[in-house]
């Protein structure tokens, strides 16, 4: 996808703050933390939003929370926890068309309004 900002960032062809990365799954710090830690995982394959994926997608989904796993306690946030987020589509809040699960933690969040 040529005008996807996070393909960019995949492709390193947009400087990013990478964190993690395997031959499916690339994450990275968010440009606009909300939290003391926030990273954004994605897959490389450029999927607009959880809303599209298929059932043969379902290994890569549950490698995309393995690997949250692993950053969270790489970033220090493990024990006393985090919250793992997607945002799909204009009414959940979705701003960038790749998808992408926010990783937050480092401060108590609050409640989950919605
Ligand atoms: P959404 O609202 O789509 O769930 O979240 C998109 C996220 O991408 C936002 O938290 C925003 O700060 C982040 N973001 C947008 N553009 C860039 C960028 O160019 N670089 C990085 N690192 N993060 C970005
Ligand atoms: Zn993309």
Redesign the pocket.
């Known amino acids: 996808m040529m005008d996807c900002?996070?393909c960019k960032?995949i492709n390193k062809e947009?400087p990013?703050?990478i964190v993690y990365e395997d031959k499916d799954i690339f994450a990275?710090?968010?440009?606009?933390?909300?939290a003391p830690v926030?990273i954004?995982i994605i897959p490389k394959r450029h999927i607009p939003d959880i809303s599209q994926i298929e059932p043969e997608d379902a290994d890569l989904i549950g490698r995309i929370h393995v690997a949250a796993v692993k950053i969270a306690q790489e970033a220090g946030i493990a024990e006393q926890g985090y919250r793992l987020?997607?945002?799909c589509k204009e009414n959940?809040?979705?701003?960038?068309?790749h998808l992408?699960f926010?990783l937050i933690g480092g401060r108590k969040l609050g409640a989950f309004a919605g």
């Open positions: 900002i996070f960032i947009i990013s703050q990275f710090k968010d440009i606009n933390p909300r926030h954004l987020v997607n945002n959940g809040g979705q701003e960038v068309y992408h926010h």
